[in-house]
Structures are given as structure tokens and as C-alpha cells.
């Protein structure tokens, strides 16, 4: 009878490790979009309304994890660089993303603000390229692993618990 409930929760928590796989997965390429998104607001903000970086910030800090945690720091007087990394930082955690994503999500913002309003734009505009070309990316990863780790889990685990049993 032991056997038998131990084979059950190690099944189940392996099973759930390969979904937790999945998820991340899928929250991956959920947080690039969304990432994305923030871009093309931060862009077309900056090319119809020239507004500063402290006012896109806070009109859209509600859309992103990464974008409030920026808010805040700013708010306690931290540079707009400073608090995009420790936003990112902050931000990130649990969302999935790969040391290159955040490395490219830390350059993005560590280069706003250096130039006139048409680089802003500009750098937007190739930022938006390159995560378009991850998002691509995350997708057919997702696509490829996502079913697999979740198969992965659930076999790993009755194959153990047959072993055991």
C-alpha cells in the first residue's frame, strides 16, 4: 500500500515538473510579446508625442512587471538606467526568459536616452527586429519541447514507480 501511494505522488510530481517545464515555455514567449508590445508603445509614444522616458514609464508601468519595478525606482530618484537593470532584474524572475533575452531587454533600455528622438526611434525599431527574430524562436522551441517535457515528466515518473514497485 505504501508502494503504491509513493508511486502515485512521485508520478504526480513528476508530471508536474515536465508541466512546469512547459510553462516556462509558454510564459517565455509571452513575456517577449509582451515585451514587444511595450516597445512599440515606447516607440510611437516617442515619435507622436515626444514625451520623456519618466512619462512613458509611468502612463504604461500597469502593462509589465519590468516597466512597474522601473517606475518605482525612478521614483526613489535612481537613474533612468540603473532602475531599467534592477527593473529587469526584478522583473524577470518566474517569466521564462533566457540569459540573451534579458541581456537584450538590459541593452535596450541602458541605451535609451543617449540620443536625440529619432535614434530613440530608431533603436526601438532594431530592438523590435531582434526580439521579433527571439520571439520566432521561443515559439518553434515551444513548439518542439513543450509536449515533450510533458510526456517527459509523466514517463520518467511510471517508469520509476514500476522499478519500485
Known sequence: MVKLVGSIVLVSMTTLLGYMESYKLRMRVETLESFLKVIRLMETEMRFHALPLKQIIDKYCGDMDLLWQCHLLLKTGKSFEEAWKSGVAAGTKGSG?????????????????????????????????????????????????????????????????????
Not at 105 to 133: P, S
Not at 150 to 158: E, H, I, R, V, W
Open 97 to 165: 526568459l533566457k540569459l540573451k533575452d534579458k541581456r537584450l531587454i538590459e541593452q535596450f533600455g541602458a541605451e535609451l536616452g543617449h540620443t536625440d528622438i529619432e535614434g530613440q526611434i530608431a533603436h526601438c525599431e532594431v530592438t523590435a527586429k531582434l526580439l521579433e527574430e527571439q520571439i520566432e524562436q521561443a515559439r518553434e522551441e515551444k513548439k518542439k519541447k513543450s509536449k515533450l517535457f510533458s510526456m517527459l515528466g509523466l514517463c520518467f515518473g511510471t517508469g520509476i514507480a514500476l522499478l519500485i514497485c
